[in-house]
């Protein structure tokens, strides 16, 4: 298995909504992190996770939470996001947080937030 | 900090033809250089990376060259095929953390 599997493929919320993005891997990887990519633009880094444990939180607002349940997993919770948090969210993975090692992309969830 | 600038934005090329695209980067302790392709709907998929060792590397139809001294580093398709059409994006690192991203290229082949 050479994939990252990202569900749900779209997800439409409201302002008060809470909602769960989710990210699966099964090949070993120990890094695993999420991604923003807002249209035309390249993917901007929000948080990463090396062993299970949060090792990168860039300045991302309290409204996404990740969490790390096992090697495998990998979930954003959202709550109370704003339209301008309506995005292209990318999960993708690597051997190790350091190495040189290049990222498996998932194919992301297209988040839009009414 | 690190960053990339990434040119051109956008490359309309015939099909068959070559297609290239340049990078430069600041931080000359920068030591992984990836390129990214994504297509329409999809997550960014690695093509080929480079490291800082190495000068140039080749796969079939892809190529990377870099520029140590000048801190630039070029992606090179041969023969362009229609399912080249993507947005091509380069990236450098240190150690493969924090990885920086260029802002991307919209290369279109045409039939």
């Known amino acids: 298995d050479t994939e990252v599997t990202q569900t749900p493929k779209h997800l439409v919320m409201g302002m008060t909504n809470k909602k769960s993005l989710k990210c699966e891997q099964h090949m070993g990887h120990r890094a695993m992190y999420w991604y923003k990519q807002k249209a035309k633009k390249p993917p901007e880094l929000m948080f990463v996770y090396s062993y299970e444990k949060l090792s990168i939180n860039e300045s991302v607002p309290s409204r996404f939470s990740p969490e790390c349940p096992n090697s495998s997993l990998l979930n954003l919770h959202l709550h109370a996001l704003q339209p301008e948090d309506s995005a292209l969210y990318l999960c993708?993975?690597?051997?190790?947080?350091?190495?040189?090692?290049?990222?498996?992309f998932g194919s992301g969830t297209r988040l839009t937030v009414v | 900090g690190e960053n990339v600038e990434q040119h051109p934005s956008t490359l309309s090329v015939q099909e068959g033809d070559s297609a290239v695209i340049k990078c430069t980067y600041s931080?000359?302790?920068?030591?992984?250089f990836p390129w990214y392709k994504q297509e329409l709907g999809k997550g960014p998929q690695l093509i080929i990376d480079i490291r800082s060792n190495v000068g140039e590397k080749k796969d079939q139809r892809i190529a990377v060259t870099l520029n140590k001294t000048a801190k630039h580093f070029s992606l090179h398709i041969t023969e362009t095929q229609p399912e080249d059409s993507a947005v091509y994006f380069c990236?450098?690192?240190?150690?493969?953390?924090?990885?920086?991203f260029g802002p991307g290229t919209r290369l279109s082949v045409l039939p």
């Open positions: 931080d000359s302790a920068s030591n992984y």
């Open positions: 993708a993975s690597s051997q190790a947080l350091s190495g040189n090692y290049g990222y498996t």
């Open positions: 990236a450098a690192s240190l150690y493969g953390q924090n990885f920086v």
